[in-house]
């Protein structure tokens, strides 16, 4: 079992980065797994927000923040990381990392009901 610890959200004007960080401990992502980022604003759903196949380093992301946010991963296979560009107050919400083992094609889905380990989340604010 996988445990997944976030980090790096904070306050950031509007335009700025921030680049959150997604921590394996337990054991690190191996070939199988997928790791996503999810976000939930306030009276919102929990939206997918991108995410990557251990396999083959392909990622997959929300029509929506295509270009504007990037995933990668480090050698080592302990975390995953998400820059955010350009953000916006919109932008505002707890950002999660979830993973789950694939059985199969190793592929990024989007529904959170497919992801069975999650992190705690990190705020991430935006001001005007």
């Known amino acids: 079992q996988v445990q997944l610890v976030e980090s790096g959200g904070g306050l950031v004007q509007a335009g700025g980065s921030l680049r959150l960080s997604c921590e394996a401990s337990g054991r690190t992502f191996r070939r199988y797994d997928v790791v996503a980022w999810f976000r939930q604003a306030p009276g919102k759903e929990r939206e997918f927000v991108g995410g990557?196949?251990?396999?083959?380093?392909?990622?997959r992301y929300a029509d929506s923040l295509k270009g504007r946010f990037t995933i990668s991963r480090d050698n080592a296979g302990n975390r995953v990381y998400l820059q955010m560009n350009s953000l916006s107050p919109e932008d505002t919400a707890i950002y999660y990392c979830?993973?789950?083992?694939?059985?199969?094609?190793?592929?990024?889905?989007?529904?959170?009901?497919?992801?069975?380990?999650w992190g705690q989340g990190t705020q991430v604010t935006v001001s005007s």
């Open positions: 979830a993973a789950d083992v694939r059985a199969g094609i190793v592929i990024v889905t989007t529904p959170p009901l497919s992801y069975r380990y």
């Open positions: 990557i196949s251990w396999s083959d380093g392909s990622t």
